[in-house]
């Protein structure tokens, strides 16, 4: 039986990484792996239309269109108005590129062989009182920039735990209810300072509510450090 994916591409105002991505998704499609394509646009109208231009009659590509609350956001607006029928979902920034025809073919295989429930890029393990995000218990949270799960664990946390900044959810305008409120009492004082990364919540309530196993891969070489180098590139003697 052919495994299937749907692969959901976060985007903001960034088409030349979107068409990139997308011819490396692409260009190293596995032959025995069903896979469909989302692009989660949250662009302006201009940029979302020059998007629709580009990829709206491609028959192996989605196109939703929502509001401009980063990348957690588009998932949870997705899993409640986009049926997705594939048994995984890769949720992959548009600004990380596949490099080898195995790159979702030895994820699948990990999470068939050995239950995982979610593989990718580990984001940070929550377990030091001053850690940046959240302090009150122990989790483990995957980086929205590339992971793959299961779509009913996928569905279960945006709809349950909800991938959206916890101090964005007051600007949403679709009418979407998030149960978890869990952050609710610690972020009261100061949104901004008290909030929360994409994804954040919604492993913190993974791992408070669901014993999943998830592995998440080393990083093996980085070009800035986030909050102090970013966007520079370091010459390796």
């Known amino acids: 039986m052919t495994p299937s994916c ?3 591409i976060s985007h903001y105002e960034s088409i030349p990484f979107l068409r990139a991505c997308i011819r490396q998704i692409r260009k190293y499609a596995h032959p025995e792996i069903k896979q469909h394509i ?3 646009d949250q662009s302006s109208q201009s940029t979302y239309i020059n998007v629709f231009l580009d990829f709206g009659n491609s028959p192996d590509i989605t196109i939703v269109h929502s ?3 980063y990348s957690g956001y588009g998932l949870d607006y997705i899993f409640r108005n986009f049926p997705i029928h594939s048994e995984y979902v890769c949720q992959l920034h548009v600004d990380a590129f596949p490099i080898h025809k195995n790159w979702l073919f030895m994820s699948l295989g990990l999470m068939e062989e050995f239950d995982f429930k979610y593989v990718g890029v580990l984001q940070f393990i929550c377990d030091k009182p001053e850690a940046i995000y959240y302090y009150k218990n122990n989790f483990f949270a995957m980086a929205h920039s590339f992971n793959i799960g299961r779509t009913d664990v996928y569905e279960e946390m945006a709809l349950e735990g909800g991938f959206t900044r916890f101090h964005n959810r007051p600007q949403d305008n679709s009418g979407m209810v998030w ?11 100061d949104y901004q300072k008290r909030g929360s990364d994409d994804d954040t919540v919604a492993f913190d309530w ?13 990083i093996t070489g980085k070009m800035g450090i986030h909050g102090e180098e970013s966007g520079t590139f370091q010459r390796q003697n």
């Not at 149960?179 to 004082?189: F, P």
């Not at 993974?206 to 080393?218: A, I, S, V, Y």
């Open 38 to 40: 989302i692009i989660s």
């Open 6 to 8: 749907t692969i959901i």
């Open 67 to 69: 509001a401009p609350l």
């Open 179 to 189: 149960k978890n409120n869990d952050w609710a009492e610690w972020a009261k004082e």
């Open 206 to 218: 993974e791992d408070n509510h669901r014993e999943h196993d998830k592995l998440g891969f080393g």
